[in-house]
């Protein structure tokens, strides 16, 4: 087997990164990382707690900028944004984010969705009514909501809530959505709705997202990437990934025996 199998898509890729490291203090969390991240496709992140998955996906809208050293490119729109003077802001309305915990606002349904658009800009009110609706049906949650739009979003279920932060995410037309464990709060059936409306979400978007549940993995990822100890080992389809790795240490992480 080989030590390492990390191939480049042949689909029109959409960002990349080239020798990414990422440093807490003196620690090395990410060893110099280079993928490419096609179009329109989903990849997962997959490997053991601790591995460096959230540090490698953080590091892509620049999250980690206060609290770590990163290194190398980000490779954006020909542009490379891992640089002092790329304006971060306008950068996560390209790169969005969902997290691991839904993380609405204190506010109503409505609210969560229009405040960033309002905030960069758009004030009227008709403009903001579609990219309400408009969001809230790409993260399938139109039908479940809206004769609520005024309700607090806090009121949702688990579920509602994490696509809510979906389309507030969408809401701002983003390139690319990053996604960190974005099932790991829900129970089975909520999963299952949010894994749906990812797929359906690959029509428009470019999507990263790290899981811990290999199932997952292989039911809604294009590509996948295997982490372990700061370094990615295999990148690949994620057919290939889980059923022909090339890699000895990817192969015993999905077949389970360890992790
Ligand atoms: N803010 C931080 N400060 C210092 N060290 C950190 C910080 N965040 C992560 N680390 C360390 O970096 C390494 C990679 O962590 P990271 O959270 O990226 O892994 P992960 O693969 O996403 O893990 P998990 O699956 O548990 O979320 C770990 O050793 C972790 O302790």
Redesign the pocket.
């Known amino acids: 087997m080989k030590d390492y199998n990390i191939v480049t898509p042949k689909e029109e890729i959409r960002i990349s990164t080239k020798d990414l490291s990422v440093k807490?203090?003196d620690?090395l969390?990410?060893h110099p990382t280079t993928l490419a991240f096609p179009r329109h496709q989903i990849t997962a992140l997959i490997?053991?707690?601790?591995?460096?998955?959230?540090?490698?996906?953080?590091s892509l809208n620049r999250m980690n900028d206060k609290?770590?050293t990163v290194e190398g490119q980000i490779l954006f729109e020909n542009v490379d944004v891992n640089q002092p003077k790329i304006n971060v802001f306008e950068l996560r309305k390209h790169i969005g984010m969902v997290f691991q915990r839904p993380n609405p606002f204190a506010k109503t349904i409505y609210e969560n969705i229009a405040y960033a658009p309002r905030y960069h800009g758009i004030k009227d009110k008709r403009q903001l009514d579609e990219i309400v609706e408009k969001s809230l049906r790409q993260a399938a949650l139109w039908n479940e909501v809206k004769d609520d739009l005024n309700k607090s979003a806090l009121a949702l279920s688990g579920g509602q809530q994490q696509r809510l932060c979906i389309a507030r995410a969408i809401a701002m037309k983003p390139s690319i959505l990053l996604l960190d464990?974005p099932a790991s709060a829900l129970d089975p059936i909520s999963t299952g709705v949010l894994e749906e409306t990812l797929v359906e979400l690959k029509k428009n978007y470019t999507m990263i997202m790290?899981t811990?549940n290999m199932q997952q993995a292989t039911r809604v990822s294009d590509y996948t990437a295997f982490?372990q100890l700061?370094k990615v080992y295999e990148y690949d389809k994620t057919v290939n990934v889980f059923t022909n790795p090339q890699v000895k240490l990817t192969q015993d992480y999905v077949e389970g025996r360890f992790g």
């Open positions: 807490y203090g620690k969390a990410l490997g053991a707690s601790g591995s460096g998955k959230s540090t490698y996906l953080r609290i770590a464990e790290v811990h982490f700061g």
